[in-house]
Protein backbone atom coordinates (compact mmCIF):
# COMPACT_ATOMS: atom_id res chain seq x y z
CA UNK A 1 0.00 0.00 0.00
CA UNK A 2 3.04 2.20 0.74
CA UNK A 3 4.56 1.84 -2.51
CA UNK A 4 1.10 3.40 -4.47
CA UNK A 5 1.17 6.11 -2.29
CA UNK A 6 4.97 7.19 -2.62
CA UNK A 7 4.43 7.26 -6.01
CA UNK A 8 2.20 10.54 -5.67
CA UNK A 9 5.03 12.94 -4.53
CA UNK A 10 7.76 11.08 -7.23
CA UNK A 11 5.22 11.50 -9.94
CA UNK A 12 4.43 15.10 -8.95
CA UNK A 13 8.27 15.66 -9.02
CA UNK A 14 8.53 14.57 -12.63
CA UNK A 15 5.58 16.90 -13.38
CA UNK A 16 6.88 19.84 -11.65
CA UNK A 17 10.71 20.08 -12.88
CA UNK A 18 10.58 20.01 -16.32
CA UNK A 19 12.92 22.01 -18.23
CA UNK A 20 14.91 23.82 -15.77
CA UNK A 21 18.10 24.24 -17.47
CA UNK A 22 18.85 27.19 -20.00
CA UNK A 23 20.34 27.19 -23.18
CA UNK A 24 24.05 29.26 -22.92
CA UNK A 25 24.22 32.02 -25.01
CA UNK A 26 27.54 32.47 -27.43
CA UNK A 27 29.02 35.28 -27.97
CA UNK A 28 31.61 36.72 -30.80
CA UNK A 29 34.61 38.99 -29.69
CA UNK A 30 32.78 42.48 -29.61
CA UNK A 31 29.35 41.73 -29.02
CA UNK A 32 27.58 43.83 -26.99
CA UNK A 33 26.49 41.96 -23.21
CA UNK A 34 23.39 43.72 -21.43
CA UNK A 35 23.84 44.31 -17.47
CA UNK A 36 21.06 44.00 -16.10
CA UNK A 37 20.43 46.02 -12.25
CA UNK A 38 18.32 44.16 -10.01
CA UNK A 39 16.08 45.12 -6.67
CA UNK A 40 18.02 47.46 -4.60
CA UNK A 41 17.18 46.19 -0.68
CA UNK A 42 18.46 46.68 2.79
CA UNK A 43 20.70 43.92 3.95
CA UNK A 44 18.77 43.34 7.09
CA UNK A 45 15.75 42.90 5.40
CA UNK A 46 15.64 41.26 1.96
CA UNK A 47 12.02 41.60 2.10
CA UNK A 48 12.09 45.47 1.47
CA UNK A 49 12.89 45.62 -1.61
CA UNK A 50 12.62 48.53 -4.47
CA UNK A 51 13.08 48.75 -7.92
CA UNK A 52 16.95 50.03 -9.26
CA UNK A 53 16.26 53.94 -10.11
CA UNK A 54 13.07 53.93 -7.37
CA UNK A 55 15.07 53.21 -4.62
CA UNK A 56 17.41 55.92 -4.27
CA UNK A 57 17.55 59.43 -6.04
CA UNK A 58 19.81 59.16 -8.82
CA UNK A 59 20.98 61.95 -10.73
CA UNK A 60 18.22 62.69 -13.79
CA UNK A 61 21.15 61.77 -16.79
CA UNK A 62 21.37 58.08 -15.23
CA UNK A 63 17.50 57.26 -15.22
CA UNK A 64 16.69 56.17 -18.78
CA UNK A 65 13.37 58.15 -20.12
CA UNK A 66 11.69 54.61 -20.88
CA UNK A 67 12.24 51.60 -18.69
CA UNK A 68 13.43 48.28 -20.55
CA UNK A 69 13.06 44.91 -18.81
CA UNK A 70 14.56 42.08 -18.76
CA UNK A 71 11.64 39.40 -19.83
CA UNK A 72 10.62 37.41 -16.29
CA UNK A 73 9.23 34.02 -15.51
CA UNK A 74 6.25 33.65 -12.56
CA UNK A 75 8.31 32.58 -9.44
CA UNK A 76 10.93 35.82 -10.79
CA UNK A 77 7.99 38.53 -10.35
CA UNK A 78 6.84 36.41 -6.75
CA UNK A 79 10.13 37.00 -5.59
CA UNK A 80 10.24 40.59 -6.59
CA UNK A 81 13.09 40.48 -9.04
CA UNK A 82 12.53 43.39 -11.53
CA UNK A 83 15.68 43.32 -13.79
CA UNK A 84 16.01 46.58 -15.47
CA UNK A 85 18.52 47.59 -18.56
CA UNK A 86 21.36 50.01 -17.48
CA UNK A 87 23.60 52.12 -19.06
CA UNK A 88 26.50 49.74 -18.90
CA UNK A 89 28.00 48.93 -22.00
CA UNK A 90 29.86 45.90 -22.36
CA UNK A 91 31.56 43.99 -24.89
CA UNK A 92 32.61 40.39 -25.14
CA UNK A 93 36.09 40.15 -24.93
CA UNK A 94 36.95 43.48 -24.77
CA UNK A 95 38.51 45.67 -21.92
CA UNK A 96 37.15 49.29 -21.18
CA UNK A 97 39.02 51.74 -19.52
CA UNK A 98 37.52 53.49 -16.57
CA UNK A 99 34.50 55.59 -18.24
CA UNK A 100 31.60 57.78 -17.58
CA UNK A 101 28.37 57.39 -18.05
CA UNK A 102 26.06 59.64 -16.44
CA UNK A 103 26.35 62.42 -13.37
CA UNK A 104 24.49 65.55 -12.62
CA UNK A 105 24.30 67.24 -8.87
CA UNK A 106 22.18 66.24 -6.04
CA UNK A 107 19.97 68.43 -4.52
CA UNK A 108 20.48 68.56 -0.41
CA UNK A 109 17.14 66.18 -0.04
CA UNK A 110 18.75 64.01 -2.60
CA UNK A 111 21.82 63.79 -0.89
CA UNK A 112 20.26 63.03 2.63
CA UNK A 113 18.19 60.37 1.02
CA UNK A 114 21.62 58.58 -0.02
CA UNK A 115 22.65 58.48 3.06
CA UNK A 116 19.71 57.29 5.09
CA UNK A 117 20.19 54.35 2.17
CA UNK A 118 23.63 53.91 3.27
CA UNK A 119 22.98 53.61 6.74
CA UNK A 120 20.31 51.07 6.54
CA UNK A 121 22.90 49.22 4.41
CA UNK A 122 21.38 48.66 1.14
CA UNK A 123 22.69 46.38 -1.85
CA UNK A 124 21.68 45.84 -5.30
CA UNK A 125 22.35 42.64 -7.75
CA UNK A 126 23.43 42.88 -11.35
CA UNK A 127 22.85 40.33 -13.70
CA UNK A 128 25.01 39.38 -17.33
CA UNK A 129 24.33 36.43 -19.13
CA UNK A 130 22.27 34.92 -16.67
CA UNK A 131 24.53 35.08 -14.30
CA UNK A 132 24.16 37.06 -11.16
CA UNK A 133 26.15 39.44 -8.86
CA UNK A 134 24.75 39.67 -5.44
CA UNK A 135 24.83 42.09 -2.96
CA UNK A 136 26.65 45.17 -4.39
CA UNK A 137 26.86 47.35 -1.91
CA UNK A 138 25.71 51.10 -2.70
CA UNK A 139 28.54 52.41 0.02
CA UNK A 140 29.94 52.84 3.22
CA UNK A 141 29.34 54.48 6.46
CA UNK A 142 31.93 55.01 9.40
CA UNK A 143 30.09 54.21 12.63
CA UNK A 144 30.93 56.86 15.13
CA UNK A 145 29.96 57.95 18.51
CA UNK A 146 28.44 60.74 17.33
CA UNK A 147 23.97 60.96 16.41
CA UNK A 148 23.20 58.64 13.26
CA UNK A 149 22.73 61.79 10.67
CA UNK A 150 26.37 63.09 11.39
CA UNK A 151 28.43 60.00 10.49
CA UNK A 152 30.63 59.79 7.53
CA UNK A 153 28.51 58.52 4.83
CA UNK A 154 30.63 57.31 1.60
CA UNK A 155 28.65 56.27 -2.00
CA UNK A 156 30.60 54.20 -4.61
CA UNK A 157 30.94 56.19 -7.90
CA UNK A 158 32.95 53.10 -9.75
CA UNK A 159 32.06 49.96 -10.56
CA UNK A 160 34.65 48.03 -11.96
CA UNK A 161 33.62 44.43 -13.98
CA UNK A 162 35.69 41.40 -13.82
CA UNK A 163 34.01 38.47 -16.33
CA UNK A 164 36.03 35.35 -17.06
CA UNK A 165 35.42 33.28 -20.36
CA UNK A 166 36.49 29.72 -22.06
CA UNK A 167 36.14 30.34 -25.87
CA UNK A 168 32.74 31.96 -26.75
CA UNK A 169 30.78 31.60 -23.11
CA UNK A 170 30.77 33.91 -20.07
CA UNK A 171 31.45 31.50 -17.17
CA UNK A 172 32.20 33.90 -14.31
CA UNK A 173 31.65 37.60 -13.17
CA UNK A 174 32.38 39.58 -10.42
CA UNK A 175 32.49 43.14 -9.61
CA UNK A 176 34.25 45.85 -7.67
CA UNK A 177 32.74 48.86 -6.34
CA UNK A 178 35.39 51.55 -5.65
CA UNK A 179 35.85 55.39 -5.83
CA UNK A 180 34.48 56.45 -2.66
CA UNK A 181 32.80 59.90 -2.37
CA UNK A 182 31.53 61.30 0.58
CA UNK A 183 27.69 63.15 0.96
CA UNK A 184 27.57 65.39 3.72
CA UNK A 185 24.00 65.86 5.45
CA UNK A 186 22.39 69.07 3.98
CA UNK A 187 24.84 69.65 1.51
CA UNK A 188 24.52 69.82 -2.24
CA UNK A 189 26.51 67.49 -4.17
CA UNK A 190 28.03 66.30 -7.90
CA UNK A 191 27.95 62.74 -8.57
CA UNK A 192 28.51 61.15 -11.23
CA UNK A 193 28.77 56.70 -12.20
CA UNK A 194 31.70 55.49 -13.99
CA UNK A 195 32.82 51.92 -15.05
CA UNK A 196 35.16 49.93 -16.59
CA UNK A 197 35.83 46.32 -17.56
CA UNK A 198 38.68 43.60 -17.51
CA UNK A 199 38.77 40.03 -18.82
CA UNK A 200 40.34 37.11 -18.20
CA UNK A 201 40.57 34.22 -19.97
CA UNK A 202 39.30 30.68 -17.99
CA UNK A 203 40.17 26.71 -18.41
CA UNK A 204 36.30 26.65 -16.10
CA UNK A 205 33.78 24.38 -18.24
CA UNK A 206 30.56 26.11 -18.90
CA UNK A 207 28.69 23.49 -17.40
CA UNK A 208 30.43 24.38 -14.31
CA UNK A 209 29.87 27.97 -14.35
CA UNK A 210 26.92 27.49 -11.43
CA UNK A 211 29.56 25.75 -9.58
CA UNK A 212 30.80 28.69 -7.86
CA UNK A 213 26.97 29.77 -6.41
CA UNK A 214 26.73 26.10 -5.45
CA UNK A 215 29.50 26.30 -2.74
CA UNK A 216 28.50 29.58 -2.17
CA UNK A 217 25.82 28.20 -0.52
CA UNK A 218 27.69 24.96 1.82
CA UNK A 219 28.14 25.45 5.17
CA UNK A 220 31.81 25.94 7.06
CA UNK A 221 33.11 22.60 9.52
CA UNK A 222 31.91 24.10 12.33
CA UNK A 223 28.26 24.73 11.30
CA UNK A 224 27.73 21.51 9.94
CA UNK A 225 28.67 20.43 13.33
CA UNK A 226 26.48 22.14 14.88
CA UNK A 227 23.50 21.28 12.53
CA UNK A 228 24.54 17.49 12.82
CA UNK A 229 24.66 17.84 16.89
CA UNK A 230 21.08 18.88 16.75
CA UNK A 231 20.22 16.17 14.79
CA UNK A 232 21.45 13.47 17.33
CA UNK A 233 20.27 15.35 20.01
CA UNK A 234 16.53 15.03 18.58
CA UNK A 235 17.14 11.53 17.26
CA UNK A 236 17.95 10.53 20.94
CA UNK A 237 15.09 12.35 22.66
CA UNK A 238 13.02 10.29 19.89
CA UNK A 239 14.48 7.37 21.13
CA UNK A 240 13.82 8.11 24.38
CA UNK A 241 10.47 9.17 23.48
CA UNK A 242 9.53 5.77 22.09
CA UNK A 243 10.77 3.93 24.83
CA UNK A 244 8.54 5.93 27.03
CA UNK A 245 6.10 4.75 25.11
CA UNK A 246 6.57 1.31 24.55
CA UNK A 247 6.93 0.58 28.24
CA UNK A 248 3.40 2.03 28.49
CA UNK A 249 1.68 0.65 26.06
CA UNK A 250 4.05 -3.03 26.22
CA UNK A 251 2.99 -3.64 29.80
CA UNK A 252 -0.41 -1.95 29.96
CA UNK A 253 -2.51 -2.02 26.66
CA UNK A 254 -1.24 -5.46 25.79
CA UNK A 255 -2.26 -6.87 28.84
CA UNK A 256 -6.04 -4.92 28.30
CA UNK A 257 -6.37 -5.80 24.99
CA UNK A 258 -5.36 -9.61 25.91
CA UNK A 259 -8.43 -9.50 28.47
CA UNK A 260 -11.28 -8.33 25.43
CA UNK A 261 -9.78 -10.83 22.81
CA UNK A 262 -11.62 -13.59 22.17
CA UNK A 263 -8.58 -15.70 22.55
CA UNK A 264 -8.87 -15.82 26.50
CA UNK A 265 -8.99 -19.07 27.81
CA UNK A 266 -11.63 -19.96 30.54
CA UNK A 267 -8.86 -19.49 33.38
CA UNK A 268 -8.11 -16.02 32.53
CA UNK A 269 -12.26 -15.31 31.86
CA UNK A 270 -13.01 -16.33 34.98
CA UNK A 271 -10.03 -14.49 37.02
CA UNK A 272 -11.73 -11.16 34.94
CA UNK A 273 -14.71 -11.78 36.11
CA UNK A 274 -13.23 -11.58 39.86
CA UNK A 275 -11.25 -8.19 39.16
CA UNK A 276 -13.64 -6.21 36.82
CA UNK A 277 -15.05 -3.76 39.84
CA UNK A 278 -11.03 -3.15 40.04
CA UNK A 279 -10.08 -2.98 36.70
CA UNK A 280 -12.93 -1.18 34.63
CA UNK A 281 -11.46 2.34 35.58
CA UNK A 282 -9.63 4.73 33.21
CA UNK A 283 -9.77 4.09 29.38
CA UNK A 284 -11.33 1.08 30.24
CA UNK A 285 -13.95 2.81 31.11
CA UNK A 286 -14.82 4.66 27.60
CA UNK A 287 -13.89 1.52 25.79
CA UNK A 288 -17.33 1.92 24.10
CA UNK A 289 -17.29 5.48 23.35
CA UNK A 290 -13.90 6.21 21.98
CA UNK A 291 -14.61 5.41 18.64
CA UNK A 292 -17.67 8.18 18.08
CA UNK A 293 -17.02 10.53 15.65
CA UNK A 294 -16.15 13.94 16.56
CA UNK A 295 -18.55 17.03 15.91
CA UNK A 296 -17.84 19.34 12.86
CA UNK A 297 -17.06 16.36 11.13
CA UNK A 298 -17.01 18.15 7.80
CA UNK A 299 -14.62 20.42 9.55
CA UNK A 300 -12.29 17.97 11.18
CA UNK A 301 -11.72 15.67 7.92
CA UNK A 302 -11.51 18.91 5.83
CA UNK A 303 -8.44 19.79 8.36
CA UNK A 304 -6.96 16.32 8.36
CA UNK A 305 -6.94 16.45 4.37
CA UNK A 306 -4.97 19.68 4.44
CA UNK A 307 -2.39 18.37 6.69
CA UNK A 308 -1.95 15.55 4.56
CA UNK A 309 -1.74 17.97 1.67
CA UNK A 310 0.89 19.62 3.37
CA UNK A 311 3.17 16.89 4.20
CA UNK A 312 2.75 15.41 0.52
CA UNK A 313 3.73 18.69 -0.50
CA UNK A 314 7.18 19.34 1.84
CA UNK A 315 8.08 15.48 0.60
CA UNK A 316 7.63 16.99 -3.26
CA UNK A 317 9.78 20.39 -2.59
CA UNK A 318 12.33 18.22 -0.23
CA UNK A 319 12.89 15.42 -3.13
CA UNK A 320 12.91 19.07 -5.83
CA UNK A 321 15.54 20.58 -3.61
CA UNK A 322 17.72 17.25 -3.16
CA UNK A 323 17.39 15.41 -6.77
CA UNK A 324 17.45 18.68 -9.00
CA UNK A 325 19.10 22.23 -8.83
CA UNK A 326 16.02 24.59 -9.18
CA UNK A 327 17.16 27.31 -7.37
CA UNK A 328 20.88 28.26 -9.52
CA UNK A 329 19.80 26.85 -12.80
CA UNK A 330 16.95 29.48 -13.25
CA UNK A 331 15.52 33.00 -11.28
CA UNK A 332 12.56 32.11 -9.21
CA UNK A 333 11.57 28.49 -11.00
CA UNK A 334 11.75 27.15 -7.29
CA UNK A 335 8.97 29.95 -6.53
CA UNK A 336 7.08 28.50 -9.73
CA UNK A 337 7.67 24.78 -8.36
CA UNK A 338 6.17 25.77 -5.69
CA UNK A 339 2.92 27.32 -6.98
CA UNK A 340 2.13 24.33 -9.20
CA UNK A 341 3.25 21.56 -6.88
CA UNK A 342 0.60 23.39 -4.17
CA UNK A 343 -2.38 23.31 -6.96
CA UNK A 344 -1.35 19.65 -7.42
CA UNK A 345 -1.38 18.45 -3.91
CA UNK A 346 -5.21 19.96 -3.68
CA UNK A 347 -5.79 16.34 -4.83
CA UNK A 348 -4.01 14.74 -2.29
CA UNK A 349 -6.27 16.99 0.33
CA UNK A 350 -9.49 16.06 -1.53
CA UNK A 351 -9.06 12.02 -1.66
CA UNK A 352 -8.19 12.55 1.84
CA UNK A 353 -10.96 14.51 3.26
CA UNK A 354 -13.43 12.68 1.13
CA UNK A 355 -12.42 9.18 2.20
CA UNK A 356 -12.40 9.91 6.22
CA UNK A 357 -15.80 11.88 5.81
CA UNK A 358 -17.25 9.33 3.86
CA UNK A 359 -15.80 6.67 6.53
CA UNK A 360 -17.75 8.84 9.11
CA UNK A 361 -21.39 8.04 7.47
CA UNK A 362 -21.03 12.24 6.43
CA UNK A 363 -23.84 13.37 4.20
CA UNK A 364 -22.77 16.47 3.02
CA UNK A 365 -19.50 15.87 0.66
CA UNK A 366 -20.03 18.98 -0.97
CA UNK A 367 -19.40 21.41 2.20
CA UNK A 368 -16.47 18.67 3.33
CA UNK A 369 -15.13 19.51 0.02
CA UNK A 370 -15.67 23.43 -0.05
CA UNK A 371 -14.62 23.63 3.25
CA UNK A 372 -11.33 21.58 2.51
CA UNK A 373 -10.94 23.81 -0.17
CA UNK A 374 -11.60 26.83 2.10
CA UNK A 375 -8.92 25.75 4.68
CA UNK A 376 -6.25 25.34 1.79
CA UNK A 377 -6.83 28.18 0.08
CA UNK A 378 -8.31 30.78 2.31
CA UNK A 379 -5.80 31.48 4.54
CA UNK A 380 -2.93 31.85 1.67
CA UNK A 381 -5.22 34.06 -0.36
CA UNK A 382 -5.54 36.07 3.02
CA UNK A 383 -2.39 36.62 4.02
CA UNK A 384 -0.84 37.69 0.69
CA UNK A 385 -3.81 40.03 0.08
CA UNK A 386 -2.60 41.57 3.26
CA UNK A 387 1.15 41.80 2.30
CA UNK A 388 0.93 42.60 -1.11
CA UNK A 389 -1.53 45.77 0.35
CA UNK A 390 1.44 46.66 2.35
CA UNK A 391 3.97 46.09 -0.15
CA UNK A 392 1.83 48.66 -2.82
CA UNK A 393 1.91 51.23 0.25
CA UNK A 394 5.85 51.25 0.35
CA UNK A 395 6.16 50.60 -3.19
CA UNK A 396 7.78 47.83 -2.81
CA UNK A 397 8.93 45.28 -5.99
CA UNK A 398 6.88 42.57 -3.68
CA UNK A 399 3.94 43.96 -4.99
CA UNK A 400 2.39 41.99 -7.79
CA UNK A 401 0.61 43.57 -10.57
CA UNK A 402 -2.67 42.66 -12.23
CA UNK A 403 -1.40 40.14 -14.34
CA UNK A 404 1.01 38.26 -12.29
CA UNK A 405 -2.00 38.04 -8.91
CA UNK A 406 -4.46 37.05 -11.95
CA UNK A 407 -1.92 34.17 -13.15
CA UNK A 408 -1.35 33.03 -9.65
CA UNK A 409 -5.43 33.21 -9.28
CA UNK A 410 -5.77 31.12 -12.40
CA UNK A 411 -2.75 28.33 -11.57
CA UNK A 412 -4.12 27.79 -8.12
CA UNK A 413 -7.68 28.05 -9.16
CA UNK A 414 -7.88 26.50 -12.36
CA UNK A 415 -5.76 23.41 -11.04
CA UNK A 416 -6.42 23.40 -7.33
CA UNK A 417 -10.32 23.57 -7.16
CA UNK A 418 -10.94 20.67 -10.27
CA UNK A 419 -7.94 18.59 -7.95
CA UNK A 420 -9.98 18.85 -4.81
CA UNK A 421 -13.20 17.86 -6.53
CA UNK A 422 -11.32 15.21 -8.36
CA UNK A 423 -9.99 13.63 -4.99
CA UNK A 424 -13.08 13.66 -3.03
CA UNK A 425 -14.60 12.14 -5.89
CA UNK A 426 -11.57 8.98 -5.55
CA UNK A 427 -11.99 9.44 -1.49
CA UNK A 428 -15.87 8.67 -1.64
CA UNK A 429 -15.32 5.84 -3.95
CA UNK A 430 -12.60 4.46 -1.21
CA UNK A 431 -14.59 5.37 1.39
CA UNK A 432 -17.54 3.22 0.64
CA UNK A 433 -16.31 0.41 3.12
CA UNK A 434 -17.11 2.33 6.04
CA UNK A 435 -15.33 3.06 9.27
CA UNK A 436 -14.34 -0.41 11.00
CA UNK A 437 -13.99 -0.01 14.76
CA UNK A 438 -12.59 -2.78 16.91
CA UNK A 439 -15.55 -2.18 19.50
CA UNK A 440 -19.06 -1.50 19.24
CA UNK A 441 -19.64 1.95 19.77
CA UNK A 442 -22.47 2.79 22.88
CA UNK A 443 -25.73 4.80 21.79
CA UNK A 444 -26.07 6.72 24.63
CA UNK A 445 -22.71 9.33 25.25
CA UNK A 446 -20.98 8.78 28.26
CA UNK A 447 -20.75 11.68 30.56
CA UNK A 448 -16.92 13.54 30.73
CA UNK A 449 -15.54 14.25 34.00
CA UNK A 450 -13.72 17.37 34.75
CA UNK A 451 -10.39 16.79 33.46
CA UNK A 452 -7.14 17.81 35.44
CA UNK A 453 -4.92 20.67 35.12
CA UNK A 454 -2.38 19.19 33.07
CA UNK A 455 -5.01 17.51 30.62
CA UNK A 456 -6.58 20.54 29.63
CA UNK A 457 -6.61 21.24 26.30
CA UNK A 458 -4.30 24.24 26.10
CA UNK A 459 -2.39 22.67 28.78
CA UNK A 460 -1.86 19.60 26.09
CA UNK A 461 -1.53 21.89 23.10
CA UNK A 462 1.68 24.04 24.83
CA UNK A 463 3.83 21.00 26.46
CA UNK A 464 2.88 18.22 22.96
CA UNK A 465 4.68 21.27 20.80
CA UNK A 466 7.54 21.57 23.11
CA UNK A 467 9.64 18.61 22.72
CA UNK A 468 8.96 18.26 18.28
CA UNK A 469 9.67 22.12 18.43
CA UNK A 470 12.63 21.47 20.36
CA UNK A 471 14.00 18.74 17.76
CA UNK A 472 13.68 21.35 14.91
CA UNK A 473 14.59 24.56 16.56
CA UNK A 474 18.57 24.80 15.31
CA UNK A 475 16.79 23.62 11.49
CA UNK A 476 13.97 26.16 11.75
CA UNK A 477 16.33 29.11 12.59
CA UNK A 478 18.57 28.02 9.52
CA UNK A 479 15.06 27.75 7.25
CA UNK A 480 14.08 31.55 8.44
CA UNK A 481 17.32 32.72 7.87
CA UNK A 482 17.24 30.90 4.13
CA UNK A 483 13.40 32.39 3.70
CA UNK A 484 14.23 35.93 5.52
CA UNK A 485 17.63 36.41 4.77
CA UNK A 486 19.85 35.82 1.48
CA UNK A 487 21.04 32.30 2.64
CA UNK A 488 20.12 29.38 0.34
CA UNK A 489 19.27 26.36 2.39
CA UNK A 490 21.38 23.92 1.38
CA UNK A 491 20.92 20.95 4.05
CA UNK A 492 18.94 18.66 2.37
CA UNK A 493 19.75 15.63 3.71
CA UNK A 494 19.78 16.95 7.47
CA UNK A 495 16.30 18.29 6.04
CA UNK A 496 14.70 15.18 5.41
CA UNK A 497 15.97 13.77 8.52
CA UNK A 498 15.33 16.10 10.44
CA UNK A 499 11.59 16.25 8.81
CA UNK A 500 11.14 12.35 9.57
CA UNK A 501 12.42 13.24 13.61
CA UNK A 502 9.50 15.49 13.85
CA UNK A 503 6.84 13.26 12.29
CA UNK A 504 8.03 10.52 14.63
CA UNK A 505 8.20 12.48 18.06
CA UNK A 506 4.78 14.39 16.84
CA UNK A 507 3.23 11.08 16.56
CA UNK A 508 4.43 9.37 19.78
CA UNK A 509 3.81 12.64 21.64
CA UNK A 510 0.20 12.65 20.76
CA UNK A 511 -0.42 8.36 21.49
CA UNK A 512 0.99 9.86 24.82
CA UNK A 513 -1.37 12.46 25.38
CA UNK A 514 -4.25 10.68 23.82
CA UNK A 515 -3.73 7.44 26.28
CA UNK A 516 -3.48 10.30 29.06
CA UNK A 517 -6.98 11.84 28.20
CA UNK A 518 -8.54 8.44 27.74
CA UNK A 519 -7.22 7.04 31.35
CA UNK A 520 -8.65 10.80 32.78
CA UNK A 521 -12.14 9.36 31.18
CA UNK A 522 -12.08 11.81 28.20
CA UNK A 523 -13.34 10.01 24.82
CA UNK A 524 -13.54 12.92 22.90
CA UNK A 525 -9.94 12.67 21.86
CA UNK A 526 -10.69 13.83 17.83
CA UNK A 527 -10.27 17.49 18.00
CA UNK A 528 -7.33 17.09 20.73
CA UNK A 529 -4.93 15.01 18.83
CA UNK A 530 -5.21 17.29 15.90
CA UNK A 531 -4.36 20.50 18.05
CA UNK A 532 -1.50 18.51 19.91
CA UNK A 533 -0.05 17.75 16.78
CA UNK A 534 -0.82 20.95 15.04
CA UNK A 535 0.82 23.45 18.51
CA UNK A 536 4.68 21.99 16.94
CA UNK A 537 3.66 24.93 14.45
Known amino acids: MWQRWMLIPSLMVLCVSIATGMGLTKYNSGDEMIIWANKMVPYSNPSESYQFFDAVPWPRECVPERMEYHSMQLGELLQGDRLVKTGFSVKFRRDQQKTKICGGVLTPEDVNAFRLAVTNNYHYDLMIDELAIELVPLGRDLVEAAPELMNQVFVYSTLH ?8 HVVEVDVIAEDEVEFVHGRQKEFSLSYSVTWYESDKPTEHRLNRYIERDRLKANELRTHWLSVINAAAAAVLLFMLLLSIFGRTVNRDFARYSASVDVEDLEHDELMVEEDERGWRIVKSDVFRFPQ ?11 GAQVLV ?4 LVLLATTSNLYHTRRGSF ?27 GRNLALNTISCLTISLGPIYGVWTVLDVIAKIYGSTMALSFWVMASVISITGLIAIPATFFGAVLGRRSGKSGFNAPIRTAKARREIPKPPVHLRWEVQMVLAGLLPFGAVLVELAYVFASVWGHKTFSLHGIGVIVIIIVLAVTELVCAVFTYYQLC ?3 HEWWWNSIC ?6
Request: net charge negative; proline share 0%.
Open 161 to 168: FALKYNEN
Open 296 to 306: YKELFCAVVGT
Open 313 to 316: LLIV
Open 335 to 361: NTALLVTFALTNLVAGYTSAKLYTQMD
Open 520 to 522: AED
Open 532 to 537: NGGSTG
